[in-house]
């Protein structure tokens, strides 16, 4: 633990030296596609290893002691509505045939629509106040990043929800099966690409 | 004379049983499955297994409006419906950039705080029941059912309020609200001194917890645990102190903080945030300011510009967050909650280990989760 007061600018210079490989990055310009959490230094890792070793180093070495969560983003485009059970007009009360009242998503050519599905963990240091988000993309078909329980054991079922939702397998987690959806559900459901099979609860 | 998990190795073998805890089961709060394996009356391998109640909110806000996505919200976790919608507009809010008047933003405090005494209420009735004592929760039930009623008066439902909005709250308070709230301030009080003689401090209820899974605040936050849980194990992290949101700056109240982390800490520290909570409540009753409550700026099918943000509360379970993406479009690209008692949860498979059957129901209770969050 470092007792030296930890600001932005100092974290932002100290990730410069120990990972200079990893890309900071900055407020989005105006009307581009969005890269930074706001509020938070937000700094995107090449690959899994020195992302893991990013996650060990403000844990151990600067007191990032509470893991806030993980998260993941699958930027493959707008969601395909097959993915859904019912309707996607969600006013039960328009009669048959009435137009929808919901605009179904549409691509945006501002947005940086890619084949990764980004993972994102966000760190608190308690005492200094000070918040970082790290960013890791990994392919979306067989993708795979290191598991971050060694350093914090709340990554456990975040990680295997993630792997239920998207599809990213974790490697080196101790049970690493599905958690939210049921056994017979095949595929991930909150991939963009996602299409809902009919089963026995359908009808 | 604290049992450590070391101490209450099994020392005679015996064969190994498995036992399932729930998912039906009255005392694992909703849809909980525990696979326990069990040596003699000793926990050997404790598994838990969520999801029965899975229900891709998640997955239903990427096609959903954000006016939507507040209803969606209410149905996390239901006993503190206030927090969940607070949550999400503040996510949205600061994606679309809309400012809050100060009416609202206070409106909002004083909603979430009742909202935060209904659900330790629930929290402090259920808990007795788990141990063995069924006076307290009906006495928390009654005090509960006037925090509900001053819920119905203002939004009309006792559960999945919706109250507050995009940019502000719903409504303004119905003409005797703000009477009835003050007449509940001080009737609650006594009762809350009550609670301490009725169930905190009986002896029967203090073997049961006192000495009972403890945590440490190293291995608390380890585990991610958050709110009532965390502080009770000596860590006094608290959203509302940690980045005030909502004009949280602007009152006086303090963070209640355990010694050991046992169930009886994590237990009386939600008895002492009551307390906090009331405080909290009298100094909104006492100066809420005159003005508009609903911010300019919101449309009817609102859109965020392409963007990314994080928000975060403190719920009535802990560090409730949102991760929101949205890329331009009327529905969130990507929503993502954190919840606190699906994290607050994970340590069991841990924790159980080591102890006797018959305390599993007094660590799951005092965890305090809720099932609702937990598989959203």
Known sequence: MTTTTLDREALQAKFAEKFPEAETIGAPAEGS?????????????PDGERLLAALRWLKEDLGFAYLDMISAVDWKGPVDIDGYIRDPNPNVFLPDGATPQVQLPVANKTVAYRDAVELVYLLSHLDAKIKVCLK???????????????????????EREIFDLFGVAFLNHPNL????TPDFLKGHPLRKDYKHQKDRFDD | MTETAADNKPKLKS????????????????????????????????????????RGTEKLAEIRGYHHCVVLSDRWDYLNAMGNNMVFCMAAEKLMGVEVPERAQQLRVLMLELNRIASHLLFFGTYGIDIGAFTAFLHAFREREMVLDLFEMVCGARMTYNYIRLGGVMKELPKE???????FVPFFKKRLAEYDDLLSFNPIFLDRTKTVGAVGGKEALAWGWSGPNLRASGVPYDMRKFQPYSSYEKFDFEIPVGKDGSCWDRYYCRVREMHESLKIVEQVLGGLPEGPIL???VAK?????????YAAIEGARGDLGIHLVSDGNMSPYRLH?????????????????????SDVVAILGSIDIVLGEVDR
């Open chain 1, 33 to 45: 596609a969005p890269t930074e959490l706001k509020g938070y230094l937000t700094v995107r890792f």
């Open chain 2, 337 to 357: 909650v954190k919840a606190p008692s699906f994290i607050n949860l994970q340590i069991l498979q841990e924790m159980l280990v080591g102890q006797k059957i």
């Open chain 2, 301 to 309: 099918v609102p859109k965020a510009p392409p963007g990314e943000t």
């Open chain 2, 177 to 183: 609200w703000l009477d009835r709230c003050r007449e």
């Open chain 1, 136 to 158: 890791l993309d990994v392919p979306r078909d067989g993708g795979s990043a290191p598991s971050a329980i060694g350093v914090f054991k709340s990554a456990d079922w975040q």
């Open chain 2, 15 to 54: 064969d190994q049983m498995f036992i399932n805890l729930g998912p039906q089961h009255p005392s694992t709060h909703g849809v909980l499955r525990i696979g326990l394996t069990i040596e003699g009356e000793i926990i050997v391998n404790a598994v838990p297994d969520v999801g029965y109640l899975h």
């Open chain 1, 177 to 180: 099966s599905k958690i939210l």
């Open chain 2, 295 to 297: 911010g300019k700026g």
